[in-house]
């Protein structure tokens, strides 16, 4: 026989009762964190990935850990190359709550629901999670609806993304693991370049080839000299890569202050200041060994590692 018409698992006001419980539950042993979605810049159509990925927005919201024990995961693993993290989490976000907070009309989300390889923040361990995949129907319609998604994320590892949320603890990432390329400056007029701005230099006008990166670093030395560490570089009028070009004439132009600046040396891999993200890089000493690891005389033209290194 069919069910009842008497009875009925779809009633409003349970189905909100329900929510306004797991929501309260979040809220009292959830964590804050912010919901930070992934701008494709350049979508390569044959990969289905893109290399120059942009964050721009983060979005505050409660979320549970299912697994309180830590993270998931394989843990801390060992492997040839040093050591390598490969923790994962699963966040459980009530569905009301990630619509009202994130999925309003006036947002920039333009999906219906969290989107795989989209970022989790979680400031409790100052960690980044980029989702996996987002399970939409656990609980299994317990009411007729579905109250929570569950996302389930592995750790993120930072592969030159732009991040301009305005919130310093994610955006700090950017400066902290970015390739970054360092300059002396001597500025002209007496103003100098802002924080985060994009600098352009233009090497030359026909045929036309400029070189853009990001401030990440800066450091006033005087009224007129400067050191600025960029990163985000990118080359336009050319397929090869084109270093920043030390001249008296070739100004380094800044896009919201409008300051023009020349550039008086570009670190190199024998300065200390090379990787200003990075206090103990031994860039310089890598440099050297690698100069003689390989045999690259007549007498082994194939480069094969000599027999006396």
Same mark, same amino acid.
């Given at each position: 026989?069919?069910?009842?018409?008497?009875?009925?698992?779809?009633?409003?006001?349970?189905?909100?009762?329900?929510?306004?419980?797991?929501?309260?539950?979040l809220?009292?042993?959830?964590?804050?964190?912010?919901?930070i979605?992934?701008?494709?810049?350049?979508?390569?159509?044959?990969?289905?990935?893109?290399?120059?990925?942009?964050?721009?927005?983060?979005?505050?919201?409660?979320?549970?850990?299912?697994?309180?024990?830590?993270?998931?995961?394989?843990g801390?693993?060992y492997?040839?190359?040093?050591? #390598?993290?490969?923790?994962?989490?699963?966040?459980? %976000?009530?569905?009301? =709550?990630? &619509? /009202?907070?994130?999925? $309003?009309?006036?947002?920039t989300v333009?999906?219906?629901?969290?989107?795989?390889?989209?970022?989790?923040?979680?400031?409790?361990?100052?960690?980044?999670?980029?989702?996996?995949?987002?399970?939409?129907?656990?609980?299994?319609?317990?009411?007729?609806?579905?109250?929570?998604?569950?996302?389930?994320?592995?750790?993120?590892?930072?592969?030159? #993304?732009?991040?301009?949320?305005?919130?310093?603890? %994610?955006?700090?990432? =950017?400066? &902290? /693991?970015?390739?970054q $390329?360092?300059?002396?400056?001597?500025?002209?007029?007496?103003?100098?370049?802002?924080?985060?701005?994009t600098?352009?230099?233009?090497?030359?006008?026909?045929?036309?080839?400029?070189?853009?990166?990001?401030?990440?670093?800066?450091?006033?030395?005087?009224?007129?000299?400067?050191?600025?560490?960029?990163?985000?570089?990118?080359?336009?009028?050319?397929?090869?890569?084109?270093d920043?070009?030390?001249?008296?004439?070739?100004?380094?132009?800044?896009?919201?202050?409008?300051?023009?600046?020349?550039?008086?040396?570009?670190?190199?891999?024998?300065?200390?200041?090379?990787?200003?993200?990075?206090?103990?890089?031994?860039?310089?000493?890598f440099?050297?060994?690698?100069?003689?690891?390989?045999?690259?005389?007549?007498t082994?033209?194939?480069?094969?590692?000599?027999?006396?290194?």
């Amino acid at each position: 026989m069919p069910r009842s018409v008497y009875f009925s698992q779809a009633v409003k006001s349970e189905q909100n009762l329900y929510e306004d419980l797991i929501i309260e539950s979040l809220k009292i042993f959830g964590q804050d964190v912010y919901y930070i979605p992934r701008t494709l810049v350049s979508r390569d159509n044959i990969l289905g990935e893109d290399r120059a990925s942009k964050f721009d927005d983060a979005y505050l919201i409660e979320a549970y850990v299912e697994n309180t024990d830590g993270f998931e995961g394989s843990g801390d693993l060992y492997q040839k190359f040093g050591l #390598e993290i490969r923790d994962e989490a699963t966040f459980i %976000i009530s569905r009301r =709550q990630w &619509q /009202n907070l994130v999925g $309003v009309w006036n947002n920039t989300v333009e999906a219906q629901k969290p989107q795989e390889g989209d970022l989790i923040f979680l400031p409790m361990s100052n960690s980044f999670f980029e989702i996996s995949f987002v399970e939409a129907e656990q609980p299994f319609y317990q009411l007729s609806n579905l109250p929570v998604y569950k996302m389930q994320c592995s750790l993120f590892e930072y592969n030159e #993304e732009d991040f301009e949320t305005g919130i310093d603890a %994610i955006d700090s990432t =950017q400066t &902290q /693991n970015s390739y970054q $390329v360092g300059m002396k400056l001597t500025v002209v007029g007496g103003n100098h370049f802002t924080l985060g701005e994009t600098v352009t230099q233009i090497i030359t006008t026909s045929p036309a080839l400029s070189i853009t990166g990001e401030i990440q670093t800066l450091t006033k030395t005087s009224d007129v000299l400067a050191t600025i560490s960029v990163s985000n570089i990118g080359v336009t009028g050319s397929t090869e890569a084109k270093d920043f070009v030390i001249s008296p004439t070739l100004g380094l132009v800044g896009s919201e202050s409008g300051v023009t600046c020349h550039i008086n040396d570009v670190y190199n891999v024998a300065d200390s200041e090379s990787f200003a993200s990075d206090d103990q890089s031994q860039n310089y000493g890598f440099e050297i060994e690698a100069d003689g690891f390989l045999d690259f005389t007549e007498t082994n033209p194939f480069g094969d590692a000599s027999e006396t290194y």
